[in-house]
């Protein structure tokens, strides 16, 4: 890069510069370390203050305010009236229609009981009616909780040989989740799910759904000897290996309600007035498929059926937990995991539909509140469950107002559990693979992806790393490949900060980067950098040896154009340096001492409180921070030095 | 924080604001994804731009200086002159009197035969000499090196039953480390030792001195029967159990040579002139107590001795080196732990000196000596070596001009190898201890950890931790809790970025700081804030709560103060966000939809190339970098806001 040095511009803007008196660089009032940590705490726990409201309130105000933070049933429950009730029944019918076979189709997914799902749709909508702070919300099981529990828990333990002891394990992890996401949201410690980034997540659904369209080709091919292995490789194998399994039945059947299913999904992406479509048809695919199994009797011609479901609601299961044994680590574990994909899912659903309606949701708050209704869960038989995307869509779109749509849907899975489950005996499987193909199918999102690539190429590696490393490795550790990355770039970021060159705008004393804007000039004599990341140490060796560059660059570039000038001043901008360490202090003082013995002056140029104050109390950076080295702006440091020159200069004359 | 509102100096900012012209934002010249990809890489890798002096040479030229790069020796080789000689023969035998007792010293500090450190102290100085580009460091084993091999290996191979195994593993760590470390410089990886931060390294090494001095005991008090452990606990009860085996003349011996070490380093350290007191006092207390304990046969009354050494140079040990079996894993740990530390130390003590003499040290071409230097060392009987602190200062200090006096320390070890060891046959181990400490103690830097007090809390905190986990876990985990620290403090600040509200300082078109400036003054109706860190997926929802706070704050007070202008504008001067991602993009996205809500408007100050590259990019964040949202500084953004504001009064006058 080539900086454009012109002589007869840098004089007007130097004039312009000694029009205006030269301000002095302050440092900020006194704090003492406790107001400094109270501060830097609060603003890391507490960034949204959540007890604003609180102040300046009488006792009995303060104990109302208190109730409805908890319960947030309190704050709207008094103003409920008929008009919101009638919105809520019929958006609370509607996703029950969705919830009721999801929850089968999930559980299975899940390798749990299908009635584990039902189970699973009826507590927990009730208690987060209680504590959650979102309208939107339809909570549930959800597809990719269910995938990950399910194959976590299989790598120890067979569902299929070993039932109880695996359902055991997953009301464990259940808890297990629940409390650590409470626990995220009571420490304030929410902010570690923010390390999920969107391109992570969208990498992360995009291979998570494959993997769990491929389980269902289980269901869909009626293959019934399955690898129990997750990865893309060995369940083609196992798909393809046992093609004498086919069933063309089940194909035939699988195909037509898969058809069906993406067709009304079509159909409300186009018309979002028309969502009941795609919200009514798995119910209806579940119920038209029933009826021909019962009619033809398929289930003696290859078409592989749910079977009896026992009647009634929730057995109590907190004696199923295991808080001790050989299987302790294996149940943590798989609850952290599950746990913070959920909460991840839940927050987010929350977030998006609380900004399309305008109101807030605190993200703790919603922590304590889906970790709560897991505890709850499961010790009433019932596994992970959170905010479901696709459900939370169609009760917007269906018109919900409150919480109370999810007490609809409970009510009606209660009904359901008590007198309907016969019903479902002939229900054949392979209708609820094409259900929860048709339900993950939307968690790939190439438009998203492209724009990722357009934005940003590194976060587009990211998802890709996310993506590849789900299908080809596992879920978990796709996941923490992504993961990993981002926070290498972050660190990158700051180990390699950028530092730019400086020059004044034409006719003004404003100074940018040089090649960014074309018409800025350089000012002979002078090496204005701007350093853009707090200096740390990972970054005081690289920014000395770049330093030393930009420097030797600049004078060769000299030598070239024959100018003897040459550099007389440095000048670091350091608007953009929010934080220093101590290997920061040391750089400024190393910087300052080499830059001596090449006979150049340091001029630090807006350092931010933080970065004065901490220059002040070093003892032998102390005299960087005086005022003659300090300036406001660029353009007033360029001229004062350029007057100190000049009054040098005119000693010789 | 209170604004102070002011109208008065506000129409006189808006005035001056308002005679300049307004600049408009522009995004940088184009390049192509390949071109950033490439200038990334270099940025990351080649910071220092090391074959800059290669450019427009002829292929003779070319290959000179290819060579001079690889071999520094044949640099300044052709222009060595007598002159130079002289000092650095002088130098030389300095850094040698010093060099043969503490390779004698560091070796049992590693649990290594003694003569294992001579051997350490000749073949690699010669390497070095070839390879390195230092003139000051002086090469040879190191004590925090010799410690943390000794005790990772006795961890699972006991030196006093399998001491041919031991050594093995040892040589195959140190090829390791040689590995690693010539992998490093040759990967350009070498930042990865910066993030050991000064902090980390003041507490660790002083955790390290302290359990090296306390590992002395054994052979200051004659103990026999000493633990096998490092940590502090464990050696003080091993301590106070066997006072039965204290010897009263070794603890007189040990005593009268400590006094008199430490006085001699006292006596360096008040004149540096007199450097050669404490350079020369090891050797002359080897000799001393040799000639005590031959004269006295103290041998027999208590005081333990060396021991017969073998005489001749180092034999090759290619065929120890342990490439497979059950204790790669180990060698290959221990090799990555010492590869590290003693790069860290052999680097900062090469830069150092490089300052004080003003020339170049070439980090990642020093990783390269350092590491073949100890591929080298593997194989002919030596352990990890590195520059060491100490003997690098004595080595300055005596006037050492080039690498030759490495060469002399070498010849000089040479000789004694050849001839002198029966003279160490008598040489009681408690002078050794007495040299190790005397060694150490300088590691404990007090007025260092002062300073860090007072610049920096927080590093106070992860130089406490170093130290203490260094003392009471073990070496290396107290090294890695201190990184990462160190590491979550850099992400902290990534995820809680300061938000700061910005006000007018009167006269000027200047702004800062509300809070540090005091005379500055907010504009009414305007909300003015700088955001300083990189806006990426770890804070955007931090960044969104915290700015809606803002909001509501300023409008809170402004009702307190019966004011009915409230927020009409809210601008963000981004001058320190150096960099966005796909999450940062939609943040602005996202933000500007809340704040449309609210009747506010969203403007945006001098967005950096990045930023405003990819906001343009961005299909639904374009109309954001759209000319009218963007002002290149805040002054004119609030002039030319204010007077769309007039003229739309105007019309209802």
């Known amino acids: ?131 959650g702070s979102s309208r939107d919300l ?26 109880i002891l695996f359902l ?51 269901s869909l091919l009626g293959i019934t000897h399955f690898t129990k292995k997750m990865g893309i490789v060995p369940v083609l194998t196992s798909v393809f290996h046992n093609t004498h399994e086919w069933s063309w039945q089940t194909i035939l059947m699988g195909f037509c309600f898969l ?4 067709l009304t999904r079509h159909i409300s992406m186009k018309k979002p007035k028309l969502f009941w479509v795609s919200a009514g048809a798995p119910l209806l695919s579940v ?60 927050i987010a659903v929350g ?27 499961s010790s009433t038989s019932c596994y992970v469950t959170t905010g479901a995307f696709s459900r939370s869509a169609v009760n917007h779109n269906a018109g919900c107002k409150t919480a109370v749509s999810n007490i609809i849907m409970a009510v009606t899975v209660m009904v359901t559990l008590l007198f309907l489950m016969p019903l479902f005996q002939y229900t054949p499987n392979v209708v609820l693979g094409a259900i929860i193909v048709t339900a993950v199918v939307g968690l790939i999102d190439i438009p998203a992806a492209c724009q990722i690539w357009k934005i940003d190429k590194f976060d587009f590696l990211v998802m890709l790393c996310a993506f590849l490393g789900v299908l080809f490795i596992s879920v978990q550790e796709g996941l923490a490949i992504a993961v990993g990355i981002s926070v290498f770039k972050v660190l990158l970021q700051i180990t390699r900060p950028k530092t730019v060159m ?87 003082k190393d910087l300052k001492m080499a830059l001596e013995k090449k006979n150049l002056e340091l001029v630090l140029v807006n350092p931010l409180g933080e970065v004065i104050e901490k220059l002040q109390r070093a003892d032998d950076a102390k005299e960087l921070a005086r005022p003659d080295y300090l300036f406001l702006t660029v353009g007033e440091a360029v001229a004062a030095l350029l007057s100190t020159v000049k009054s040098h200069a005119s000693n010789y004359v």
């Open 168 to 218: 055991q394990l997953a009301f464990s992890s259940t808890f297990f989740a629940g409390l650590f996401q409470a626990s995220l949201g009571f420490l304030r410690l929410g902010f570690i799910i923010d390390f999920l980034s969107k391109a992570t997540l969208i990498g992360f659904m995009a291979g998570a759904a494959i993997i769990v369209s491929l389980q269902q080709l289980k």
């Open 259 to 262: 058809v069906f299913l993406l």
């Open 351 to 377: 977030r998006t539909f609380a900004a399309l309606k305008n109101y807030q949701v605190d993200g703790n708050k919603e922590m304590i509140a889906i970790g709560l209704m897991n505890i709850v869960g």
């Open 1 to 131: 890069m080539e900086p454009n040095v012109s002589n007869s511009s840098d004089h007007q803007a130097v004039e312009i510069a000694m029009e205006t008196e030269v301000h002095r660089v302050v440092s900020p009032p006194y704090r003492s370390t406790l107001q400094k940590l109270r501060a830097r705490l609060k603003e890391t726990f507490f960034p949204d203050d959540p007890l604003r409201q609180f102040k300046g309130q009488s006792g009995k105000v303060k104990l109302i305010l208190g109730a409805q933070y908890i319960f947030p049933i309190l704050e709207w429950g008094p103003k409920y009236s008929l008009t919101l009730l009638k919105s809520d029944i019929v958006s609370g019918l509607t996703i029950a229609s969705l919830a009721i076979p999801q929850g089968i189709s999930y559980a299975k997914l899940a390798n749990l009981p299908p009635i584990v799902g039902l189970y699973s749709s009826f507590v927990p909508p009730l208690i987060y009616a209680v504590l």
């Open 287 to 346: 119920i038209l498929s029933t009826l021909l199994v019962f009619a033809f009797k398929a289930q003696n011609h290859g078409i592989s059926v749910i079977g009896k479901l026992q009647e009634g609601l929730n057995p109590p299961s907190w004696n199923m937990l295991h808080f001790h044994g050989s299987y302790l680590g294996l149940v943590m574990k798989t609850g952290l995991v599950t746990g913070i994909i959920s909460l991840t899912e839940g």
């Open 138 to 163: 339809a909570v549930g099981p959800v597809s990719i909780a269910s995938l990950i529990m399910g194959s976590m828990l299989r790598q120890q333990v067979s569902p299929a040989k070993d039932p």
């Open 502 to 588: 400086l020059g004044n705008i034409p006719g003004t004393d404003i100074y940018r980067n040089l090649h960014q804007y074309k018409e800025a000039v350089s000012v002979p004599g002078f090496l204005i950098l701007s350093i853009e990341a707090p200096i740390n140490f990972a970054n005081t060796t690289y920014l000395k040896e770049r330093i030393t560059r930009w420097i030797e660059e600049y004078e060769t570039e000299d030598a070239n154009a024959k100018k003897k000038s040459g550099v007389k001043f440095v000048i670091l901008d350091l608007s953009a340096v929010s934080a220093i360490d101590t290997n920061g202090v040391s750089f400024f």
